[in-house]
């Protein structure tokens, strides 16, 4: 193969002559290049620094919240009545599952067992392959989320988080509360102290890459600060007793709620707050506002015949009555302004101690009317009526109790025997701690507490011991609350029954019942109040269907205290308690 020579010289354009100036516009354009390029560098590197780091760090970097340990909630003896523990949360990022292949189609079959979650809805939350986060299930058991990991899936990932236990489940709920999925209190205790339970997370700063995953860590670590145990005034065995005698009288009367709250009568602490229908605060798929209501703090209604003991009480402090000063009851009515006021029987002639005893409303109706608007609407007040309860607990109601200015006679009369004004079974139980601690109202609390309450004077000692005396004939022999008495200890008490209101009339065949007491009689050490809203089982009074419960929690509440017993000898039993007047 012969090679042809090509004459570069006899080319035209070869040979025509190139300009000067050309090469050196061309030279003059690549050093302005460089320089350009050194210009640039100089700004990024140097003037304009601090803007291509922020912007980097916002494209890479992250800040990485290390989680505090929720603080414990503990009973008075150091019970745990909530606690965190370990948790794992899964996330993914779709577009790096491997859908496709049989071996990971088989793999998630696992997963979604193992988090007892449909394969439909797993496949779901990872169907959008453009997304490069996405939460699978949160707050798993630690021991699950180890097993998920162990399964090897690309894509899957766990974050160690907390989760709540509740060891006192419903019994305890409505005083413990919960938190949601952020561990966030959302109620009761959790919710009220949540600052001081929750403490301060920690924070970490990394650099991640496009699809999320932390490359390296940058800068300081800043530890978590955890969150500060709270010791409660409850003590779990009193409250989980009282949450199952209540639970079993509202079922066996089949109404519809019910509440018991038991205070030291000495130093004003909760032992135990109680409500029925309660619900599992670890588990609330399917919670209802019903179950969540915390009626022994939110809901108010009227106290019905456990105000009367109040009412008396001032009458006896102004010395215009004493105990055995006669009321004429006869014939059993009493008509004020156009209303009828009515007791169950017509007891005659009794004495201040009968009126309380048999629950007159006739008898305290005439007490009443002989005593000044404004002393009783003072002494409503001053017992804790009409006031929010100064408390650490969210959503604790304050009742009404209207001015005495504006009071009519038939008003007066009936909020003297506990209707026209309302009240939260929480208020009841305060307001007997003038009876238990000579004549003063102290402070309740939720909190343990090593401290003597200073207490407001409301009625002289003697008083509070008179009244004292007609609580323990109301819970005796021909009293309202026979049904109260305790094996081993004297108590005192009140029963109520009172017509519940539905908007501005009062439902036909609706009740609430009541007891309100203490004891022992001579030294009290605890009160306790119970509320059951609308039994339907035939019977509605207080002293039939609230007094029981009374009784049984009295009884278990002072051993468990270790209170010697005061009586030698067995209570009176009967088999139906004295009809009260309504």
């Known amino acids: 193969m012969s090679s042809r020579s090509v004459n570069y010289t006899s080319s035209p354009l070869l040979a025509s002559k190139t300009p000067v100036w050309r090469s050196k516009f061309i030279v003059a354009l690549v050093a302005l290049g460089f320089v350009g390029l050194a210009g640039r560098a100089a700004y990024v590197q140097v003037i304009g620094n601090d803007f291509f780091q922020r912007q980097g760090e916002v494209r ?11 603080g414990r909630i503990l009973d008075r003896n150091g019970l745990i009545l909530a606690s965190s523990v370990p948790a794992a949360s899964i996330w993914a990022i779709p577009e790096d599952v491997e859908m496709a292949k049989p071996e990971v189609r088989a793999k998630l079959k696992d997963l979604a067992r193992l988090m007892d979650m449909p394969l439909s809805t797993l496949q779901g939350k990872l169907a959008d392959e453009d997304k490069t986060f996405v939460w699978i299930k949160r707050q798993l058991d630690w021991d699950v989320g180890q097993q998920i990991t162990a399964l090897g899936l690309k894509g899957i990932y766990l974050r160690k988080e907390y989760k709540r236990q509740y060891p006192e489940g419903e019994a305890a709920a409505h005083v413990v509360g919960f938190t949601n999925v952020e561990d966030h209190g959302q109620e009761g205790m959790e919710l009220a102290f949540d600052k001081d339970l929750a403490g301060k997370p920690g924070s970490r700063r990394v650099i991640k890459d496009r699809l999320g995953r932390v490359v390296e860590g940058v800068g300081a670590e800043v530890p978590p600060v955890d969150g500060k145990d709270m010791q409660l005034s409850i003590d779990s065995k009193v409250q989980f007793f009282a949450y199952q005698k209540l639970r079993d009288t509202v079922q066996a009367h089949k109404a ?112 009443a009317m002989q005593l000044p608007a404004q002393e009783m609407w003072e002494t409503f007040s001053a017992v804790g009526f009409g006031q929010k309860p100064q408390i650490a607990f969210p959503g604790v109601a304050s009742g009404r109790l209207r001015p005495y200015k504006s009071w009519r006679p038939i008003e007066q009369a009936t909020m003297s025997y506990g209707y026209g004004l309302s009240a939260s079974l929480f208020q009841m ?66 029963s109520g029954t009172a017509r519940k209101q539905v908007g501005k009339s009062y439902a036909s065949g609706k009740y609430r019942a009541w007891f309100t007491g203490l004891a022992p009689i001579d030294q009290p050490r605890i009160i306790v109040a119970v509320m059951v809203d609308e039994p339907s089982n035939g019977v509605i009074y207080g002293g039939a269907v609230a007094a029981p419960v009374f009784s049984e929690v009295v009884q278990q509440t002072l051993r468990m205290m270790g209170v010697a017993p005061d009586m030698a000898v067995k209570p009176l039993i009967v088999s139906n308690g004295v009809e009260e007047s309504l």
């Open 60 to 70: 890479f970097a992250r800040t990485l919240e290390l989680p505090a340990n929720r």
């Open 256 to 367: 519809k709620a019910g509440s018991v709250v038991v205070l030291d009568a000495r130093t004003g602490e909760v032992l135990a707050l109680a409500n029925y229908p309660s619900y599992v605060p670890d588990k609330r798929q399917n919670l209802t506002g019903e179950q969540l209501r915390n009626r022994a703090l939110t809901d108010v209604f009227e106290p019905g015949s456990t105000i009367k003991p109040i009412t008396v009480g001032l009458a006896l402090e102004s010395g215009r009555f004493k105990p055995e000063t006669s009321v004429d009851t006869t014939p059993g009515r009493l008509t004020i302004t156009g209303s009828t006021i009515s007791d169950t029987h017509n007891y005659g002639l009794l004495t201040v101690e009968g009126v309380i005893q048999k629950s007159s409303n006739v008898g305290t109706t005439k007490i």
């Open 429 to 494: 139980a305060r307001s007997y701690t003038v009876f238990s601690n000579g004549g003063k109202v102290i402070p309740a609390t939720m909190l343990k507490t090593h401290e003597a309450p200073v207490g407001v004077p409301v009625f002289s000692e003697r008083t509070a011991n008179q009244v004292r005396k007609m609580l323990q004939m109301a819970a005796g022999p021909g009293g309202t609350g026979q049904k109260a008495q305790t094996v081993g200890y004297s108590v005192g008490g009140k």
